[in-house]
């Protein structure tokens, strides 16, 4: 029996991407940024002292983040060899956001321009609203501009709740995100006018529409929700989830994970929200695998708790509760299981600006069998695909190259 869990630890960048100057962001470095922080006594709030991951520094994060910039971030040491293949990918498609990373690390790099809404006022053309507005019966809508999703409700929540209009608002993604009141607008409602929304956004080629309910009294008391959805453009090719499925494989996606891919590819989708809900949702979908079985998990709290909202001393906290909850999963994994962790882009948290930062990403594939060494600098994450592929014995997807050997399903080895 051969299983394969693909675990993304959203907007885990590890700096050094070649293009990261043209996109603004020539030295950042996500994870090295929030280890130096914790290190220097910067990031104490809720916690203390160096950031400490024993797990994945064990697997070779360390190691990763140091192939990829040339040196290991504090309190990422490693003594001993690795326990897992360790690597990064600079990856080839050309935006940074969610859907370009998820797609490329499933085989389906996003080699073509994403539309954008690029003024940062009147950011959306009125044509698409006003016909959004009539088609959905609304009386209008606030915002259109470039915003921070919790700003944003700040500054127009209330005036949201007193005329009924949804806030629109985008960012440096291909993004057209809808806020509004979860119970006075209603979710249904909110939802409805995102469908129609993706329909119009079609034409500018915008990779996603985001539903953003919200609840609370006013600006002193309004927090979104975990009932967020995600209307995404499917990926511009069959990806490794739709070669699993064709194969006769399961597909199981939890998190946001079948939002992105459209629920195309998907055999089975889990809803589950914060990290330890997220891993409780993996390792019961895992108990429950059989042969030919991908499980996907996005750790979104990550990027949109923490790395959007500049928030070191919570991403530092995040990760170390999820390293502590990673021993759990790897203590899982038997004989033919692999478990690969990467990323889909950063989000540098002491970076200019809220938006994602092009990073190379790093690539850890652990579980009993596979040999423990550097898999390098690697030209595209559809690696990680095309390993996915090989190792489930399916078609892959024309890119990428797997960086597993043969045999690697054949070894035991014990994880304590």
């Known amino acids: 029996m051969r299983r394969v869990c693909l675990i993304v630890l959203d907007s885990l960048g590890v700096g050094g991407a070649p293009d990261a100057e043209r996109f603004g962001d020539l030295g950042a470095d996500t994870l090295r940024h929030i280890a130096l922080a914790c290190a220097m006594g910067q990031a104490d709030e809720g916690r203390l002292g160096p950031l400490h991951v024993p797990v994945l520094s ?10 990829s910039t040339g040196g290991v971030p504090p309190g990422l040491e490693l003594i001993g060899p690795a326990r897992a293949k360790y690597g990064c990918a600079t990856q080839v498609s050309r935006g940074k956001d969610t859907p370009s990373g ?12 994403w539309g954008y809404f ?24 606030l915002g259109n501009c470039k915003a921070s999703g919790t700003e944003i409700l700040v500054r127009l929540g209330e005036e949201h709740l007193r005329t009924g209009k949804p806030i629109v608002y985008t960012s440096a993604d291909s993004v057209l995100q809808i806020a509004a009141h979860e119970t006075s607008f209603g979710l249904e409602r909110l939802l409805q006018v995102c469908a129609i929304a993706r329909e119009l956004a079609n034409e500018y080629r915008i990779a996603r529409v985001i539903a953003r309910p919200f609840v609370g009294e006013d600006s002193a008391t309004f927090v979104r929700t975990a009932n967020r959805r995600d209307l995404a453009i499917p990926a511009p090719a069959p990806t490794v989830l739709d070669h699993v499925c064709a194969a006769g494989g399961t ?19 889990i809803r589950a929200y914060g990290h330890d809900r997220l891993m409780d949702a993996t390792l019961a979908a895992w108990r429950e695998a059989g042969d030919k079985t991908l499980v996907m998990t996005n750790f979104v709290d990550f990027d949109s708790v923490h790395g959007h909202r500049r928030d070191v001393a919570g991403y530092a906290r995040a990760l170390e509760a999820f390293d502590a909850r990673l021993h759990d999963f790897l203590n899982a994994l038997e004989p033919g299981d692999l478990c690969i962790l990467t990323a889909d882009h950063g989000c540098d948290p002491i970076w200019q600006g809220t938006d994602h930062t092009r990073e190379r990403v790093p690539v850890l594939a652990a579980g009993p069998g596979i040999r423990c060494e550097s898999i390098g600098i690697r030209e595209t994450l559809a690696d990680v695909g095309a390993a996915i592929a090989q190792f489930l014995g399916v078609d892959g997807t024309g890119h990428g190259r797997s960086f597993l050997a043969e045999d690697e399903h054949r070894c035991i080895k014990e994880y304590s």
Do not use: N, W
Not at 120 to 139: F, H, K, N, Y
């Open 58 to 67: 064990s697997l070779g994060l360390g190691l990763a983040c140091a192939l």
């Open 102 to 113: 998820h797609f490329e690390m499933t085989g389906a790099p996003v080699l073509f321009d």
């Open 118 to 141: 690029t003024q940062a006022e009147q950011s959306m053309p009125a044509r698409l609203l006003d016909t959004l507005a009539a088609r959905a019966g609304l009386p209008g809508v």
């Open 251 to 269: 597909v199981v996606c939890v998190g946001k994970v079948g939002d992105i891919f459209a629920y195309r590819g998907v055999s089975r989708s």
